[in-house]
């Protein structure tokens, strides 16, 4: 990378490929000029760009081999949480303030690895409107947020630490407009347990007419909904219920098996929810860390055991994900890493992508769920999400094109947000 940041605001980047994001092939020899925080030009490169500046005009920065992508967009983190292989219970210890500084570290390195919007889905108080304000002002680097603020959960449910807890119509519709007035972004509710303690991922929580009310409830507010679903039956609820985005899907029957259901998940395709399959969420940085350890040694009975259970929760997430693919929910499947939850590790987007890809979702498939699905399905799709004119200035450059191969995702060059260089 050559060049300088533009003091003035005003600045042009010449890539040698340019992907923009809205499933179009890529451009090569592209130059993308950006006033302020906006694109304001994105196209092939005229000749003299190519060539040293001359006289007054945009900073340029060249990137012989460098591919722009969109910032990606995360639908799925926890900034709150720590990522360092604890138990729910044991994060849930820390006090707040803990909790806000963990975030602000989670923050930047999200960021630095090329995530320029992500998606808070739940965390504990105000913790997650004060982390999104502290971005805004400028008081912590990391992407552009959009925040759920407390998970909207039942008595003893799933993330009742973050203190949403909401039973029957009226408590959750007074705990939705009480996040609302918080300023949350979207509304995100608990549908089924999860790794919280004392719930059980294999059953669904809430009925038909709680979950309604919290979709019409925050519909009323202008606000989306996204909705935790690991159980078969809350994944049915929901749909049935009108929510906009589903977490996880992973099928789970009551005795614990994941059996596919085609039925129910013809009714997703058929239902325009959006599925955020969290992919990297059974354990893929347990697996690579077990790996990697079994490269030097053997592992313990324990460690094989649990690497095992993860690659098996792994390949069945992936053969549902391909199989909803197959049925036509491609267009809307997701990017999200829940980041901070377990070991899920913050600054790995490219794993989401890398899984996808596993899943049998083309490169550009994989490339479109992280940026411009993303953005949609978060509500912010008009904004942010590809590289055009008149949208924020979110661009990432890789050292190499992701469509020959995803791991270039892993390989970031450079992260603009807001026309700014991230440092
Ligand atoms: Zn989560």
Same mark, same amino acid.
């Given at each position: 990378?050559?060049?300088?940041?533009?003091?003035?605001?005003?600045?042009?980047?010449?890539?040698?490929?340019?992907?923009?994001?809205?499933?179009?092939?890529?451009?090569?020899?592209?130059?993308?000029?950006?006033?302020?925080?906006?694109?304001?030009?994105?196209?092939?490169?005229?000749?003299?760009?190519?060539?040293?500046?001359?006289?007054?005009?945009?900073?340029?920065?060249?990137?012989?081999?460098?591919?722009?992508?969109?910032?990606?967009?995360?639908?799925?983190?926890?900034?709150?949480?720590?990522?360092?292989?604890?138990?729910?219970?044991?994060?849930?210890?820390?006090?707040?303030?803990?909790?806000?500084?963990?975030?602000?570290?989670?923050?930047?390195?999200?960021?630095?690895?090329? +995530?320029?919007?992500?998606?808070?889905?739940?965390?504990?108080?105000?913790?997650?409107?004060?982390?999104?304000?502290?971005?805004?002002?400028?008081?912590?680097?990391?992407?552009?947020?959009?925040?759920?603020?407390?998970?909207?959960?039942?008595?003893?449910?799933?993330?009742?630490?973050?203190?949403?807890?909401?039973?029957?119509?009226?408590?959750?519709?007074?705990?939705?407009?009480?996040?609302?007035?918080?300023?949350?972004?979207?509304?995100?509710?608990?549908?089924?347990?999860?790794?919280?303690?004392?719930?059980?991922?294999?059953?669904?929580?809430?009925?038909?007419?709680?979950?309604?009310?919290?979709?019409?409830?925050?519909?009323?507010?202008?606000?989306?909904?996204?909705?935790?679903?690991?159980?078969?039956?809350?994944?049915?609820?929901?749909?049935?219920?009108?929510?906009?985005?589903?977490?996880?899907?992973?099928?789970?029957?009551?005795?614990?098996?994941?059996?596919?259901?085609?039925?129910?998940?013809?009714?997703?395709?058929?239902?325009?929810?959006?599925?955020?399959?969290?992919?990297?969420?059974?354990?893929?940085?347990?697996?690579?860390?077990?790996?990697?350890? %079994?490269?030097?040694?053997?592992?313990?009975?324990?460690?094989?055991?649990?690497?095992?259970?993860?690659?098996?929760?792994?390949?069945?997430?992936?053969?549902?994900?391909? %199989?909803?693919?197959?049925?036509?929910?491609?267009?809307?499947?997701?990017?999200?890493?829940?980041?901070?939850?377990?070991?899920?590790?913050?600054?790995?987007?490219?794993?989401?992508?890398?899984?996808?890809?596993?899943?049998?979702?083309?490169?550009?498939?994989?490339?479109?769920?992280?940026?411009?699905?993303?953005?949609?399905?978060?509500?912010?799709?008009?904004?942010?999400?590809?590289?055009?004119?008149?949208?924020?200035?979110?661009?990432?450059?890789?050292?190499?094109?992701?469509?020959?191969?995803?791991?270039? +995702?892993?390989?970031?060059?450079?992260?603009?947000?807001?026309?700014?260089?991230?440092?």
């Amino acid at each position: 990378m050559v060049g300088v940041k533009a003091g003035s605001g005003r600045l042009a980047l010449h890539v040698a490929a340019l992907i923009d994001g809205t499933g179009a092939p890529p451009l090569p020899d592209a130059l993308i000029t950006i006033e302020g925080d906006m694109i304001r030009s994105a196209g092939p490169a005229p000749p003299k760009a190519a060539g040293s500046r001359a006289g007054p005009g945009p900073e340029l920065v060249t990137f012989d081999t460098g591919v722009a992508v969109p910032g990606f967009v995360d639908a799925h983190v926890h900034f709150t949480l720590f990522a360092d292989g604890r138990s729910y219970e044991a994060m849930a210890a820390e006090p707040d303030a803990m909790m806000a500084f963990a975030a602000a570290r989670n923050a930047l390195t999200h960021l630095r690895a090329g +995530v320029t919007t992500a998606r808070d889905n739940g965390s504990r108080n105000r913790l997650g409107f004060a982390l999104k304000q502290a971005i805004d002002r400028g008081l912590v680097a990391g992407p552009g947020l959009l925040v759920s603020g407390r998970p909207v959960t039942p008595p003893g449910g799933h993330f009742h630490w973050c203190n949403g807890i909401a039973d029957g119509p009226d408590e959750i519709r007074q705990a939705v407009k009480s996040l609302a007035a918080d300023g949350a972004d979207h509304i995100k509710i608990m549908a089924s347990g999860g790794g919280t303690r004392g719930t059980d991922p294999a059953r669904a929580t809430y009925t038909v007419p709680e979950l309604t009310c919290a979709a019409d409830a925050a519909h009323q507010l202008g606000l989306p909904t996204t909705a935790h679903c690991r159980a078969s039956e809350s994944m049915r609820r929901a749909i049935e219920a009108g929510l906009d985005c589903m977490e996880h899907g992973e099928f789970i029957a009551p005795d614990g098996t994941r059996p596919f259901d085609p039925g129910l998940a013809a009714r997703l395709v058929d239902s325009g929810m959006y599925l955020s399959p969290t992919l990297q969420a059974n354990g893929w940085d347990t697996i690579l860390r077990l790996r990697a350890v %079994r490269e030097a040694r053997d592992l313990a009975p324990d460690e094989e055991r649990v690497l095992a259970a993860a690659e098996q929760d792994t390949q069945t997430s992936l053969d549902q994900v391909s %199989r909803l693919t197959d049925m036509g929910l491609g267009p809307r499947i997701v990017a999200g890493t829940d980041a901070g939850c377990f070991d899920f590790s913050f600054g790995h987007i490219d794993y989401c992508l890398e899984l996808m890809v596993a899943a049998g979702m083309s490169p550009m498939q994989a490339l479109v769920a992280s940026t411009s699905v993303a953005a949609t399905a978060c509500g912010v799709g008009d904004q942010v999400g590809t590289i055009q004119v008149g949208k924020r200035a979110d661009i990432v450059i890789l050292a190499a094109n992701p469509l020959e191969d995803i791991r270039a +995702v892993s390989r970031v060059l450079a992260v603009y947000k807001d026309g700014e260089l991230v440092t």
